[in-house]
């Protein structure tokens, strides 16, 4: 027998998970990651943690698949949580813990260049929207703030660039998520010195990895990490993909106009194109991983996490979160007053925005609440893909993915907002799958990812819009954007009463 591997690296969990040349998943294994907060909207993730889980899952979903030789497992994919920085030093030793894409110490510099005419100027190259989790704008933050950590770092990348050094001892990043770090001219593929120089780290270029593409060999498993965890010495580790493309690839997009959503930490909401275009609207557009393929996307921190905090925070945790909630919002009436602005952790319209419901009264209930805190989220990925839809010719369908898919309710709630039949992806372990198709494409098991994807991807149930809900949540979904456009003048202010 021979098998595929791939691991992600998320928010919360590594997870390691092993594939039949079918598809099947064999095993899969998670570890635990924890996040720690020094300081107000600082995450940072002790990357010794991050090194030790990684290792300890790859050797555990070995076992638990039963593999004796590690020669079986061909080649292996990679992907993690998007962006952040993950710094070591000429001999590999983290220089500061691993920073996440949720932390915002850089926010004064996105602030500064929207205002100071750096993004006009740099955006024809970079095609993408400023925001804090971002690499380049972390590394602007420690020249500034800690200039003696940069000084001592050799290299800087993302989890998943850092857990492959590890594994081969070769630093590298891969074009889809090196394309989303804002110091890639999307014309070319290659970073571009003007854009470091317009970031004011022009100084640090050299610390930035080379960049491989996807499906190409980033390194291969050096005796050491064979001893440890049972693979085999010289087996292949795939460049991998930005989590955002492991994922939406794991739903099946590999065609132009065809709508990719993941319901998640984050709101993920996507289409492929083969050109990029002349639009600030749009948040990312980024090299998918399939040549000759741009992906247009659109997402915020706004999606199923709120619903994580909500429940933590007012509410007992059930044993099935999806089934228990569902069941409570099913129980009220989808007409009411009731809206909610995701806004916990993030916001896709105004850099300073706050959660916050809307329209209760003393009649409301809390599963009133969490029906509006289940509708928000859907107005928000509906306006993200509002944005999209300018360049997608009528989408028939929409492929979804993501845990909050267990959640029958909130499919048809989708559907039913959106408009459009939602069909649902059987995989379970959307990162680790994706990448697995990159490391069969890097095998020769496939020819291409459209080959891969086509074999691999199923779908398991799909949701038709019920037409008369349609025509309320548009009225609603007006209500909720004349709530948007009247709150943008305020935001700025509760902000500054924080000061």
Request: net charge negative; hydrophobic share 40%.
């Amino acid at each position: 027998m021979t098998y595929l591997m791939g691991i992600d690296i998320g928010g919360t969990m590594v997870k390691a998970a092993i594939y039949d040349m079918d598809g099947n998943e064999i095993a899969v294994h998670g570890e635990k990651l924890h996040i720690s907060y020094p300081h107000s909207g600082q995450n940072e993730r002790d990357m010794y943690e991050v090194k030790d889980m990684s290792l300890k899952a790859i050797k555990d979903v070995i076992e638990k698949a039963g593999i004796q030789d590690g020669k079986e497992i061909l080649s292996i994919g990679i992907t993690g949580q998007g962006n952040g920085a993950y710094m070591v030093d000429k001999d590999g030793a983290p220089t500061w813990p691993g920073i996440l894409s949720s932390d915002a110490r850089s926010k004064g510099y996105i602030k500064k260049w929207l205002t100071d005419g750096t993004f006009d100027s740099v955006f024809p190259q970079i095609r993408n929207k400023l925001w804090t989790g971002q690499t380049s704008p972390i590394v602007a933050w420690f020249k500034d703030h800690e200039p003696e950590v940069l000084n001592k770092t050799a290299h800087v990348g993302s989890v998943k660039d850092y857990i492959r050094y590890i594994l081969t001892g070769n630093f590298v990043c891969e074009i889809t998520e090196a394309s989303s770090w804002n110091v890639v001219d999307m014309a070319t593929g290659q970073y571009a010195d003007n854009l470091f120089e317009a970031f004011g780290i022009a100084e640090y270029k050299h610390i930035f990895p080379p960049i491989i593409e996807s499906c190409d060999t980033g390194g291969t498993i050096t005796a050491d990490v064979a001893r440890l965890t049972g693979l085999a010495e010289g087996t292949p580790v795939v460049g991998g993909l930005f989590d955002i493309s492991a994922s939406i690839l794991s739903a099946g997009i590999v065609e132009e106009n065809q709508l990719g959503i993941i319901v998640g930490s984050w709101g993920i909401n996507s289409i492929l194109k083969k050109n990029v275009v002349d639009d600030k609207d749009i948040f990312m557009q980024y090299y998918y991983g399939l040549p000759g393929y741009i992906s247009y996307m659109e997402g915020s921190s706004t999606s199923a996490s709120t619903q994580e905090w909500f429940i933590d925070t007012f509410m007992e945790r059930s044993k099935d979160v999806y089934a228990t909630y569902g069941k409570m919002v099913d129980s009220t009436l989808y007409k009411n007053s009731v809206f909610f602005l995701p806004f916990i952790y993030d916001s896709n319209v105004n850099i300073d925005a706050k959660a916050a419901f809307i329209g209760l009264q003393n009649d409301h209930t809390i599963a009133d609440m969490m029906r509006a805190l289940f509708e928000g989220v859907v107005f928000c990925h509906k306006m993200h893909i509002s944005r999209l839809l300018p360049y997608c010719d009528n989408p028939s369908v929409v492929r979804m993915a993501g845990g909050a898919t267990r959640s029958e309710v909130w499919m048809q709630m989708f559907a039913d907002i959106l408009g459009i039949r939602v069909e649902i992806s059987q995989a379970e372990e959307l990162g680790a799958m994706g990448v697995a198709l990159c490391a069969g494409v890097n095998a020769g098991v496939f020819d291409s990812l459209q080959d891969a994807a086509k074999k691999w991807v199923k779908i398991k149930k799909i949701y038709e819009p019920d037409i008369e809900k349609h025509a309320y949540y548009e009225k609603k979904y007006a209500a909720y954007c004349a709530i948007i456009d009247a709150m943008d003048p305020v935001w700025s202010q509760i902000e500054g009463l924080k000061e």
